[in-house]
Every structure is written in structure tokens, then in C-alpha cells.
Nanobody
Framework: QVQVVESGGGLVQAGGSLRLSCAASGRPGSTLSMGWFRQAPGKEREFVAAITWNGDNRYYADSVKGRFTISRGNTKNTVYLQMGSLKSKDTAVYYC???????????????????????WGQGTQVTVSS
């Protein structure tokens, strides 16, 4: 079992920046690929970004490309989502998610699939005021 905890959400003005953190624990022998999703009020959860276990590959939704950056931290199984040029439409609950360590590798085709991810955090609220 993998436990996932997000932090770093809050209220920010449009055009501002915010950094979210995600820490996954429970599989000390594994370095995990990790992803971020978000869900705005009244909308379906959508893919935001993902990074492979070794950091070699990063994937982004078109809506955040060029504004958000996903990266791995120095602590094992810690991932950051640096969000810049924030817009009101970025307001959502942001979820960190982890695929099963023995599951298929990330590809550009599957990285946004919900069912690829077995472990989810509780979410952190990001509110962008205009």
C-alpha cells in the first residue's frame, strides 16, 4: 500500500505562482512515477502533469504546458508541481496520484488515464482570484 499526501495549496492572485508538494510512502524499496490531477467545481477530474520514476520523462496537459513544471525532489518519492501565470480557470482541488509500482510504464498515451493510478491523496485546494 502506498500513502500519498499533498500540500501547498492556497489562495493566490491571477498571474501569481504556487508550488504544490506530494510525498508518497509505503514502498521504501521503489522509486515511484507520480502524477497530478485536478478537479474544478462541477467538472470531471482531469490530468495535469506526470513524471517518471527517474525524472527522465515529464508529461503535461495542453492547458498547463509552459506554465506548470513538475519535478522530483531530493527526498525519495517526493514530487513538486510549480504553477505559474495562474488563471482563474486553474482553480480546483489538486490531487497527487501514484500508479502501481508493478504496473505499465508511463507513455504519452496512457499517462492521463485515471485507472492507471492506484493510489490517490486527499487533495489540496488551489484558488486563483481574478
Amino acid at each position: 500500500q502506498v500513502q500519498v499526501v499533498e500540500s501547498g495549496g492556497g489562495l493566490v492572485q491571477a498571474g501569481g505562482s504556487l508550488r504544490l508538494s506530494c510525498a508518497a510512502s509505503g514502498r521504501p524499496g521503489s522509486t515511484l512515477s507520480m502524477g497530478w490531477f485536478r478537479q474544478a467545481p462541477g467538472k470531471e477530474r482531469e490530468f495535469v502533469a506526470a513524471i517518471t520514476w527517474n525524472g527522465d520523462n515529464r508529461y503535461y496537459a495542453d492547458s498547463v504546458k509552459g506554465r506548470f513544471t513538475i519535478s522530483r525532489g531530493n527526498t525519495k518519492n517526493t514530487v513538486y508541481l510549480q504553477m505559474g501565470s495562474l488563471k482563474s480557470k486553474d482553480t480546483a482541488v489538486y490531487y497527487c496520484a501514484v500508479p502501481h509500482p508493478d504496473g505499465p510504464a508511463f507513455t504519452s498515451s496512457n499517462v492521463g488515464w485515471f485507472n492507471l493510478y492506484d493510489f490517490w491523496g486527499q487533495g489540496t485546494q488551489v484558488t486563483v482570484s481574478s
